[in-house]
């Protein structure tokens, strides 16, 4: 069940420059997506999120871009900074069953280079 | 700010014995859910509670998986009878109406032996 994808499993960007995370999923039934940045010995934690009405969310140095079409989305840093190191994890919802569940893609390391 | 508790941090158990993993919501939130991650692996879904009723559950989520409210603040998961493969990371998650953002607790890491 590869309903979510994250084909970069890692990725480097020095300090200051740009991060660009992708993310595609499959199922179109998905309406709400959203972006978490993991820690070691910690639970996943909220970092923006996007409806599938819009194709644009920014929140301070954190933008996420959702194209329908190619059912694809990417989360931006910029400027990067170390402590955004950590393992994002991007999340497709849709409301099933009286509640929403997520299905996560498997993460990308990310590495920000002082 | 208000924030998922779970216990224990860790639990080392060995096979074939129950286990009960801990939850404490965020306290005005409605929903609630389990997600575990084998280790290298994606975080998957093992069901969700409102109501006081599972609202879905996953393929994982067999019949030696079951989750209970037993009062107003905790929410736990039991796995009757533990497999080696139960061996993960496991993380509750709790949602409040209106917003559709679940927050999630640090998790506990639960080592079958």
């Known amino acids: 069940d590869q309903q979510v994808k994250q084909n970069s499993p890692s990725l480097s960007v020095q300090e200051g420059r740009i991060s660009i995370l992708n993310c595609d999923y499959t199922?179109?039934?998905?309406?709400?997506f959203l972006w978490y940045k993991k820690y070691p010995a910690e639970g996943p934690t909220f970092l923006i999120s996007?409806?599938?009405?819009?194709d644009k969310n920014e929140d301070g140095r954190f933008t996420v871009f959702l194209n329908k079409s190619a059912k694809h989305l990417s989360l931006h840093i910029v400027p990067s900074q170390p402590g955004d190191s950590a393992v994002y994890f991007c999340?497709?919802?849709?409301?099933?069953?009286?509640?929403?569940?997520?299905?996560f893609g498997t993460g990308t390391r990310l590495k920000v280079l002082a | 700010e208000p924030e998922v508790t779970q216990t224990p941090s860790h639990q080392v158990t060995q096979m074939g014995q129950e286990v009960i993993l801990r939850c404490v919501p965020i306290?005005?939130?409605?929903?609630f859910y389990w997600y575990r991650q084998i280790l290298g692996q994606k975080v998957e879904f093992l069901v969700s509670?409102?109501?006081?009723?599972?609202?879905?559950k996953s393929e994982i989520f067999d019949d030696q998986f079951s989750v209970e409210r037993p009062d107003g603040s905790n929410f736990t998961l039991k796995i009757r009878s533990t497999k080696l493969e139960d061996s993960a990371m496991y993380f509750c998650?709790?949602?409040?109406?209106?917003?559709?953002?679940?927050?999630f607790g640090a998790g506990t890491r639960l080592s079958v032996l």
């Open positions: 999340a497709a919802s849709s409301f099933t069953s009286g509640t929403y569940k997520y299905i």
């Open positions: 199922n179109s039934m998905f309406d709400y």
């Open positions: 996007i409806s599938s009405i819009k």
């Open positions: 306290s005005n939130h409605l929903y």
């Open positions: 509670f409102y109501n006081n009723e599972i609202s879905e």
């Open positions: 998650a709790s949602m409040g109406t209106g917003r559709n953002i679940q927050y």
